[in-house]
């Protein structure tokens, strides 16, 4: 069965520095989402994704923050000088479409010291 | 925005019972899911029910989406039950999904 994939599993990474997520989407699919988890908190959508643009964004998802889809498989977060409050497991997710069921990756949990 | 309310937020059972898990919505919606996260913190999709009625074994779901609820129903519940369950729903406009803040079950063997 086809499942989102996503790399690293853990990242620790020191405040200030850029770190970069992968994710590889269900192949078929043409959404493409960033979401992040702050521990023991609920699921915050940052970013959609769609015909090569963003389609949406949180407030969230400010300058700090980009995402590119460098090739046909891959789609990457870039959170930019990281601090401590980034903390957190970050999902990728894809969809067929904006209106069907949506399928999440492992996610990546980063660790910011 | 839109405003995602479940509940219980804890539920705990014996091995065996059945349970209802609540999620009120605050506005019209074109999406609506219910995702169990295990243990291990991964979202596993378990229904994608922007209204009506489905059933997947021994777990089924209902979204009213006029009255602006939907109910999981797990019957015969097993250990491997256990995690958050949460719902999510998506606005007419735009692709986000927004999620409540979960109920964690806990099924005692």
């Known amino acids: 069965e086809p499942e989102v994939t996503q790399t690293p599993s853990h990242q620790v990474t020191q405040m200030g520095q850029e770190v970069i997520l992968r994710c590889v989407p269900i192949?078929?699919?043409?959404?493409f989402y960033w979401y992040r988890q702050i521990l023991g908190q609920k699921v915050e959508f940052l970013v959609s994704?769609?015909?090569?643009?963003?389609?949406?964004k949180s407030e969230i998802f400010d300058d700090q923050f980009s995402v590119e889809r460098p090739d046909g498989s891959n789609f990457t977060l870039k959170i930019r000088s990281t601090k401590l409050e980034d903390s957190a497991m970050y999902f990728c997710?894809?969809?067929?479409?904006?209106?069907?069921?949506?399928?999440f990756g492992p996610g990546t949990r980063l660790t910011v010291l | 925005g839109i405003q995602v309310e479940q509940s219980p937020p804890d539920l705990i059972l014996q091995e065996g019972a059945n349970s209802t898990l609540r999620c009120n919505f605050s506005?019209?919606?074109?999406?609506l899911q219910w995702f169990h996260q295990n243990p291990w913190g991964q979202l596993i999709n378990l229904f994608y029910?922007?209204?009506g009625t489905k059933q997947n074994g021994r777990l089924s779901a209902t979204t009213v989406a006029t009255e602006r609820y939907s109910l999981l129903y797990i019957s015969s519940s097993q250990t491997t039950d256990s995690g958050v369950y949460f719902c999510?729903?998506?606005?007419?406009?735009?692709?986000?999904?927004?999620f409540g803040e979960g109920t964690q079950l806990t099924v005692n063997p």
């Open positions: 994704f769609y015909n090569n643009e963003i389609s949406e």
């Open positions: 997710a894809s969809s067929a479409s904006g209106t069907t069921a949506t399928f």
């Open positions: 506005d019209s919606v074109n999406n």
């Open positions: 999510a729903v998506g606005e007419t406009s735009g692709s986000r999904l927004t």
């Open positions: 029910i922007p209204s």
């Open positions: 192949s078929n699919h043409l959404y």
